[in-house]
């Protein structure tokens, strides 16, 4: 590391502290010609893939743009927040795990669909229907009987489910009438 001050590249690290959040690392530097002290931070650098679109233009992997296609799909939808920010995570690993330079957006679009349908059927559907430029209802009627496939769930949470709050409701109404 250069001193800022002489421009010397021989400096000493005399303090190593990790920060809080434990993302990056903060070092206390002495420069060996002048003595002047000067701090630096050290932190991951993830580089994401570019995403290459159908048209073979190429763009930046961009997280606000996918969280806004998610709220766009989940506009009026009963999904709480924290599970739309595990679904991108999941996402941005997976895309992370992929390791290449770059991914097709057929590719991003694809992992896109597979969390909504975890999260929502109806966000799943309207997504869909831009995604797959539906033509016509049997667009719609093929993409309703893929949703009634049954979907595993996540494993480390369970995915919210409108239909299941309302199965729910209809369970404890049975049970409170069956028990007068």
Do not use: W
């Not at 994401?48 to 806004?68: A, H, I, W």
């Not at 999260?119 to 016509?136: E, K, N, T």
């Not at 949470?157 to 007068?180: G, I, L, P, Q």
């Amino acid at each position: 590391m250069k001193c800022p001050f002489c421009k010397s590249s021989d400096t000493q690290v005399i303090d190593s502290r990790v920060s809080d959040d434990g993302d990056s690392i903060r070092r206390r530097r002495r420069c060996t010609s002048c003595n002047k002290r000067f701090t630096t931070y050290e932190t991951i650098e993830l580089r994401m893939p570019q995403v290459v679109k159908q048209d073979g233009s190429r763009t930046e992997f961009d997280l606000e743009k996918l969280r806004t296609g998610f709220m766009r799909a989940l506009h009026k939808r009963p999904v709480p927040t924290q599970l739309v920010d595990d679904a991108l995570a999941t996402i941005t690993q997976d895309v992370l795990a992929f390791g290449e330079r770059e991914l097709a957006s057929r590719r991003l679009g694809e992992m896109v669909m597979r969390e909504l349908k975890r999260l929502d059927q109806v966000a799943y559907i309207r997504f869909a229907s831009v995604y797959r430029s539906f033509q016509g209802v049997d667009d719609f009627q093929d993409a309703i009987k893929e949703v009634q496939l049954p979907t595993p769930a996540r494993p480390a949470s369970r995915a919210f489910n409108a239909k299941d709050a309302k199965e729910d409701k209809t369970t404890d109404t049975k049970d409170t009438e069956s028990s007068k």
